[in-house]
């Protein structure tokens, strides 16, 4: 029996559909190897629902007649709109960015998830605007005209580091087709391997020079000074100290570590840095204090809100307060200012550009539009400054510029800058770095401004 053209016309493109989603989500379910179990479950749905859709249009027009003339009902024009009236609720309710793009490269559809990490709004843009990576544009361009499935790594390495797993599929879109785009984020699970490599090889390293000290110091203690009491006093307090290295060591590591395994979300709390910067320069006022070194904060009283993780913002004030007291004079004075400025250029000036003949360096520029209003920290000290060929260098990890014999009584771990530079970093704020030899060196932030009228200071 031969089966009506107006019934194949009718039921080709929900099989195709249905045939395509499913066959996405399947793909996507052994290539992902352990993928989001949500994301092969919503496009599965996706499939069924389209298919019933159209099974319901089938049963619910079948009347008496006969099933001919073929196909003289169905308007191809309009069966794209129809498409996306139906599909495009489930494409936005998945969890994983996902675009469909027409066989002349324009973004028909996306979900908010897409338009939040690819930083888009307006549907109809071509995907070559949106991202520049040729394999992805070439896998869209064969899904959508040639019907070829593939799978493509993409590494987008700015502002921030981000690793993705394309899956790219057809899709029939009436009388043509259109390319499935779903993004698999990696970026947690690849920053966490190499994260786990570099902590036990920067550890074994740093860990080996305090180890090897105190294995000489308690050989030591077993011979020569056994029964020499001042000299075992000065050897315990040696070691003593080589421990708390160690400790300090240990913490910054698998803080730095946590900061990089998020680096790549924004926070999306608010934060006050005046209070943060109040609260980092009493806690460590009794580090002032052994230098007789005044930690002055100003404003004193006003708010400056910004988009900011608070915990996170208060390491980065410690750090900065605690280096500028390490390398401060005694009786010398640290500066901690905050304020705001209109546009990235003026914030960065406002942060770092303080002293006329001071050797300058951004070691980050914010990745919010250069309009936007921007909240900025800036910590000074007197100290001895840093010579300009080490600036570049400052955030690199266990690099540590030995400015004077005070600071080398009190070494820190060289994971400070390191650790604030990261955080920034994942803020998508700016870093500047000023020093001047013989008058001092400066550190500022600058992050994007919170609305003041939309929330308060997260407490």
């Known amino acids: 029996m031969r089966v009506p053209d107006a019934f194949l016309a009718r039921w080709t493109r929900p099989v195709l559909i249905g045939t395509g989603l499913a066959c996405a989500a399947a793909l996507g379910l052994e290539l992902a190897g352990g993928g989001r179990p949500a994301t092969v479950l919503a496009l599965l749905v996706a499939g069924s629902i389209a298919g019933f859709l159209a099974y319901r249009d089938v049963v619910t027009s079948i009347s008496p007649a006969p099933l001919s003339p073929p196909a003289a009902d169905i308007a191809p024009s309009a069966e794209p709109e129809k498409f996306l009236t139906e599909l495009g609720p489930f494409i936005e309710a998945l969890p994983e960015a996902t675009l ?150 240990i913490d910054d590591l698998l803080s730095l570590s946590k900061i990089e395994i998020n680096e790549h979300v924004p926070p999306s709390e608010r934060a006050d840095l005046v209070m943060i910067a109040r609260e980092a320069a009493e806690t460590l006022g009794a580090v002032a204090a052994d230098r007789s070194v005044t930690v002055r904060v100003s404003p004193e009283s006003a708010q400056h809100l910004v988009i900011g993780d608070r915990f996170q913002l208060t390491q980065v004030a410690q750090n900065l307060i605690d280096n500028a007291i390490k390398y401060s004079p005694d009786n010398g004075e640290v500066t901690v200012e905050i304020g705001a400025a209109e546009g990235r250029e003026a914030a960065a000036d406002r942060a770092g550009r303080q002293w006329p003949d001071a050797s300058r360096i ?24 840093i010579p300009r060929r080490h600036l570049p260098r400052l955030s690199e990890r266990f690099f540590r510029v030995e400015r004077d014999q005070q600071a080398v009584e009190r070494p820190g771990t060289g994971l ?7 955080i920034v970093n994942r803020h998508r704020g700016g870093f500047v770095v000023e020093s001047e030899p013989g008058r001092g060196s400066a550190f500022a932030i600058y992050l994007d401004q919170a609305r003041q009228a939309s929330a308060s200071a997260t407490t």
């Open 416 to 422: 400070g800058l390191a650790i604030v530079k990261h």
């Open 362 to 385: 951004s070691l980050l520029t914010p990745g919010a539009p250069a309009s936007r209003r921007f909240v900025y920290l800036r910590v000074a000290d007197q100290g001895p400054g």
């Open 100 to 249: 469909l793009v027409d066989s002349e490269g324009r973004v028909a559809a996306s979900n908010r998830e897409a338009r939040r990490q690819l930083q888009f709004e307006a549907l109809g843009l071509r995907l070559s605007a949106i991202l520049r990576h040729p394999e992805i544009l070439e896998a869209a361009h064969g899904a959508a005209v040639d019907g070829t499935t593939r799978v493509v790594e993409y590494e987008n390495a700015a502002p921030v580091e981000e690793h993705y797993r394309v899956y790219v599929a057809p899709i029939a879109w009436g009388d043509n087709t259109a390319a499935l785009m779903i993004f698999h984020d990696q970026t947690a699970h690849i920053v966490t391997e190499r994260m786990r490599a570099d902590f036990l090889a920067n550890a074994s390293h740093e860990l080996k020079t305090p180890v090897t000290s105190i294995s000489l110091l308690i050989e030591t203690l077993g011979g020569a000074a056994r029964e020499d009491v001042t000299a075992r006093e000065r050897f315990l307090g040696l070691m003593e100290r080589q421990v708390d290295r160690m400790r300090r060591l």
